[in-house]
């Protein structure tokens, strides 16, 4: 199982990216973009958008990427924690019970990168996302 935080941007992922990686003193990152992805149909304002990228600092991977241009982006309002974990199981558990009392981001199912992932916004409006990861991270 692991626990990552993910940080969001809006359209300044990658300054972000340059930003840290001189701070924390990491290689900078492969990066995946809105319009690297497999199945989807970007508008054109969100093919450079950076999709995903992380940073391994102190034991757990920062993520960061761009929201899609237009979304709700609030600054200061944009960590997220995640959890992944090779249980189906115990993510099915972890999903219901971060639920409960809150709001459905992403539904629990399959995506182009992981095979059961969910998000969701607690009671205590802490957003989460989950994931079945194909083996465990440090």
Known sequence: MYFDV??????????????????????????M??????????????????????????????????????SDFVKGNNTCLSIGTTDAAELKRLYTALSEDGEVEVPLGETFFSELFGMVTDKFGVTWQLGLALAQTA
């Open 6 to 31: 993910f940080l969001s941007f809006d359209g300044d992922c990658r300054a972000a990216l340059e930003f840290y990686t001189k701070v924390f003193q990491q290689e900078f990152p492969n990066v």
């Open 33 to 70: 973009t809105y319009g690297q992805v497999p199945e989807g149909d970007v508008p054109e304002a969100d093919r450079d958008r950076i999709l995903y990228a992380d940073i391994p600092i102190f034991g757990i991977h920062l993520m960061l990427a761009d929201c899609p241009s237009g």
